[in-house]
């Protein structure tokens, strides 16, 4: 924690923190930075087990892997699309609710890096859920589906349970388009990590 909390906080290291300031976060184990995007990662313990690190810098999930968090610098980010050509966000096929876009602020957060797991959901509600679950095939010839898999469908309010068990919630939906955006600038993406 101590080497992890100094690199966030150094500006000339990781200056898209901004010299961010932390303090150890209970349940969170740094995994470092992801080799890609520069960003701090933490494996969250309620979930499952660390995964480590490969020789080519990924993480090595397993089935019995735990949620994996993304600490995203904030800033001031533009969220939503203009139906307009010449907005910042153009994008043709913009919907009505989506528009205008606006720039909103948003502190520092942590955001799961992939979707929930069978296996996290598993070890958290003591069964599957889901239409496809472990050892279905998708189709003739496909591999089986496994723990690693994400749960899919799952309601907002089925996701919500599972988070409020372990501890974490939803993001808002500011915080989700940040994050999964990823920086990008296309029709479908705004600017997410600022430098300012």
Do not use: C
């Amino acid at each position: 924690w101590q080497e992890t909390l100094a690199a966030i906080a150094d500006r000339s290291a990781n200056p898209r923190y901004r010299g961010l300031v932390m303090e150890p976060q209970f349940g969170l184990v740094p995994l470092g930075k992801d080799p890609q995007s520069g960003l701090f990662e933490f494996a969250y313990l309620p979930s499952g087990t660390v995964p480590q690190r490969g020789a080519d810098g990924k993480l090595q999930m397993n089935d019995d892997s735990g949620i994996v968090l993304v600490l995203l610098p904030g800033g001031r980010v533009r969220i939503g699309a203009d139906a307009e050509p010449s907005g910042p966000h153009y994008d043709p096929n913009a919907r009505k609710e989506e528009t205008p876009s606006v720039l909103v602020r948003l502190d520092p957060f942590l955001l799961a890096k992939h979707e929930l797991t069978h296996g996290q959901w598993h070890r958290q509600m003591g069964s599957y859920t889901g239409t496809w679950k472990p050892g279905y095939v998708p189709r003739d010839g496909a591999a089986p589906v496994t723990p690693r898999h994400p749960v899919m469908p799952i309601s907002q309010r089925q996701a919500a349970t599972v988070l409020r068990r372990l501890g974490l919630q939803l993001p808002t939906g500011a915080q989700w388009e940040y994050g999964a955006r990823g920086g990008t600038t296309t029709e479908s993406a705004s600017s997410a990590w600022p430098s300012h």
